[in-house]
C-alpha cells in the first residue's frame, strides 16, 4: 500500500485511524522521548499554545513510562489535558540505530479545563488574556474524564481494526495479482492444449508455442533450442524455434542456445539476466539488453532450452514472466517426451508387424518381401490419390498385414509348387476373412480391417470374398489390390517368371475397369517405381 504524507508525519499510525480521528476533530501529536509534544493536525490556538509550553513538556516528561508503548488508556497530564497513545505498527518504518521514533497521541481537553489553574498560570506568563484564552477554547469539544477514557479504548479498537484492514487489503492484493498470474498461465496452457492435435506437426506446434509466449509475455522475441544429444527427437533434435524479432541469424542464435543449454544443465530455476554483457556469452548483448531462460528437463533428461529477450515496453523482466515461462518449459517438456515415447511405441508396432509379416512371407521363397512392397506402392498411391497424411500412414499399415490372415491356411498349400486344386483354391481365398477375425477385436486396427478384407475384390464384381463391385468396395481394397497385383506379377512364381515393369503397367491399364478402379489405376501406372524396383532388388539378395 502507497504511504501518504500522513504515514510520515505519523509514523507507525494506520492511514485509515489517523483519517477518522481527524474526521471526528481529535487533535493528533506527537510525543518525544524528551516529553516534547508536537501538534501536526491541528491549527487551533489553544491546543499549539499549551503543548509549546515548558511546564507542560515538564509534566508529560513526568509520565513518559506511563505514556510511551500504552494503548488504549488515557493520561491527564494537566488538569483538564489528556493524552492518549495510540497505537501504532512500527514495523512499517525503519529507525537508524540509538533513536526511537515518537509515539502518535491524541490531545483532548476535559471539561474542567476552563476551571485548570494550569490554564491561568499559563496565560499569566504568556501575558495572555485569560478571558480571551476561554473564548477561544471549543467548549462543544470538552468531555468528561469518563467520555475520554472510552475514547481511549476506542482508539484502541479502531486502530486494530485499521490495521485488520489493511492486511487484509494486502492480502486481497497479493492474491489478486496471484489470481492473474495464474490466469495468464492457465489461459497460455489452455490455447496450447487446444492448438495440439494429433496429427500435427510437433515443429508446428512448437512455433505456435513460441508465438503464444512471446505475445503473453510481451517480449521483443521468444527462442527454444532442441539438445542435439536426444536421438528419439529424431527430425527435431538441434533445430531452434524462434517467434518475434531475433537480430541474429539461426548459426549465431544455435550457438547462443548451446552455451546457455550448456550453463543451466538440468537446472528447473529460470534464469533472468537483467544485463546480458556481463554474460560474456559472444554476440547475446547485441541481441538483447535483458534475458530470460528456463531449461526443458524430462526426468533426468535435458532436452533445451527456452530463451527470451528485452520487453517491448521496456519494463524489467521479473518473476511473473520466470513463472510463466516455467510453466511453459514444463508443458513442452512433457510435448516432447510424449513425442519419444509416441515413437517408441510407433516404432515397436510397427517392428512387430514387419517381424509378423516377413514370417508370413518366409513361408514362400517366392513371396518374401512381398507385403513390404505392397505397402510401399499402396503409401505411393494413396498420396497421388489426394489422401491426408493420417489416412496414407493407415493405407500403408493395412497394406503391410493384408495378407495376415496366411496365418490360417495350411502351409502345404501356400508352398504348393504344382497347379492348385479347387478345394485348395478354396482355402487360399479364406485368408482374406481369417485376417479380417484376427483384426476384428482390436479397437486401433478397425479401420485396417478393410484394406485386409477386401483386397481380392474386383471392379467387376468377380472377386472374393463377398463379390462386392465398383465403389461399393471400400478404398483401402481397392488400393491394395493394384498395387497386391503389381507385386505378384512383377515376382517370380512356379507355374510362371517375373513379368517386366513394363508387362505389368500394360496389363493394369488392360485390366482398368474389370480388375480394378479405373481412376486409382490411371493413377498407379504414372507412380515413380525407382523405391519399389529398389525394394525387390533388396529383398532378391
Known sequence: ?????????????????????????????????????????????????????PQFTAAVRQHLPLLQGLSGQAVEVWQGVWLIPLPGDHRRHTWSAGTAPPQPVALLFGDDLTTSEWLTLLCDQQRIDREVALARIDRTALLSADQIRRLARIFAWLQHDALELDSRTAELQVMSRQLSESYEELSLLYRLSTHLTIDQPPAQFLVFACRQLQEVLGLTWVALQLTEDEPRLDELAGRVFTSGDVRCDQHALHRIGKVLMLRQGRGRHPLILSDTAVANIPQLSRLANQLLAVSLVQGDKHLGILFGGDKLDGSPIGTAEAKLCSALAYSLSIFLENK???????????????ALTNSIDAKDSYTYGHSERVALLSRQLAAAAGLDERTIERVHISALIHDIGKI????????????????????????????????????????????????????????????????????????????????AMSSNRTYRGAMSLEQVLTEIRRNAGTQFDPQLAELFVKLDFEPFLEKTREHAE
Open 1 to 53: 500500500m502507497v504511504q501518504s504524507h500522513y504515514s510520515v508525519e505519523f509514523p507507525g499510525l494506520s492511514d485509515r485511524l489517523r483519517a477518522r480521528l481527524e474526521s471526528l476533530g481529535v487533535t493528533l501529536a506527537l510525543l518525544g522521548t524528551d516529553g516534547s509534544v508536537t501538534v501536526r493536525s491541528s491549527g487551533r490556538w489553544v491546543e499549539s499554545l499549551i503543548a509549546g509550553s
Open 408 to 487: 490360417g491356411v495350411p502351409e502345404a498349400v501356400l508352398c504348393k509348387t504344382g497347379p492348385l486344386t479347387e478345394q485348395e483354391f478354396a482355402l487360399i481365398k479364406m485368408h482374406p476373412l481369417i485376417g479380417a477375425r484376427i483384426l476384428g477385436n482390436m479397437r486401433q486396427m478397425q479401420d485396417l480391417v478393410p484394406g485386409v478384407l477386401y483386397h481380392h475384390e474386383r471392379w467387376d464384381g468377380r472377386g472374393y470374398p463377398y463379390q462386392l463391385a465398383g465403389p461399393d468396395i471400400p478404398l483401402f481394397g481397392r488400393l491394395i489390390s493394384l498395387a497386391d497385383a503389381c507385386d
Open 340 to 354: 519419444m515415447l509416441f515413437a517408441d511405441m510407433q516404432a515397436m508396432f510397427m517392428g512387430t508387424l514387419h
